[in-house]
C-alpha cells in the first residue's frame, strides 16, 4: 500500500502526458489553416496542450522514479493549476447568471438583446477587433445560408439558433416598405442595420451579438458545472500526489518506513557528572 499512490500518479500522468500530444497536434494543425474560426482556437489549445505536458511529465517522471523534486513541481503547479479552476468557475457562473432570450408572440424561436447580459460580456463582444474575428468566422460557417430557402410559414413553426436569430434576420417587430427595403417608422436600432445582402444581414446589428454571446454563456455554464467536477477529481489527485512525494523522499534516505534514524543524543549537561559519580561507586563497592 506504500507504493499505491505513486502507482496511481504515474499511471493517471502516463495518459495525460499522450492526450497531450493530440492537443498540441491540433494547434499545430490549426496554424496552418486559413479559417478564421480555427485560427481563433490555436493558441489557447497550444497552452493547453503544453500545459498538460509538462505537468504530467513531471508527475510521471516523480512517481516512477521516485525524484522528489519533481513531484514538488508537480504539486506546486496543481495547487495552481486548483486555484486557477476554482477562480475561473467562480466567475463564469457569475457572468453566466444573466440573459436568455425572448420570447416572441406567434414564433417559436425567441429573440435575443445585448442590455440582458452582463457588463463584462456586453464589453468584450463590443470590442472592434474582437467582433470582427467573430463576424468572419459567422460568414465562414454559412449558419444563414440554412434560412435562405425558408418560407414565412418557416418563420413561423420552426426554432432557431440564437445566432440565426440575432444575425440572420431583422428583428420581428420591425416594419419595412413592401416595396423597398427601408424603414416606415422609429423602432429598434437594429432594423436600420438589417440589408439583405448575404454578406451583410443583420452582422452588424446588437441582436447579432447577444444571439453570440447567447452561444457563449449556454457554452461556458456547462463548462463551470464541468469545472466542478474537474476540481474535486483535481484535489483527489492533488492529495494522492502528496503520498507520492512523502513515498519518494522516504525512499531518497534509504531508511524503511518507521526506522528509527536517530543515531546521537547529545548528553545533558549533567550527564558526565553523573557518569563520573557512578564509576566512583563501582570501584568502592
Known sequence: MQRFSNTVIGFLNFFTLLASIPIIGAGLWMARSTTTCQNFFQTPLLVIGFVVLVISLAGFIGACFHVAWALWVYLVI???LIAFLF???IFGFVVTGQGGGVEVPGRVYKEYHLQRYSPWLRNRI?????W???RSC???SKTCAKLAFWTPLDYMQRDMSPIQSGCCKPPTACSYNEEAVTVTVTQDPDCYSWNNAPTLLCYDCDSCKAGVLENIRR???NISVLNVVVLVFLISIYSIGCCAFRNARRAQTDYPHGHNRMTKVKPR???YC???WYNKKEELF
Open 78 to 80: 496543481m495547487v495552481f
Open 87 to 89: 477562480g475561473l468557475t
Open 126 to 130: 463590443k470590442d472592434p477587433q474582437y
Open 132 to 134: 470582427s474575428t467573430i
Open 138 to 140: 459567422i460568414l465562414g
Open 219 to 221: 457554452d461556458w455554464h
Open 269 to 271: 549537561w549533567d550527564y
Open 274 to 276: 553523573w557518569r563520573w
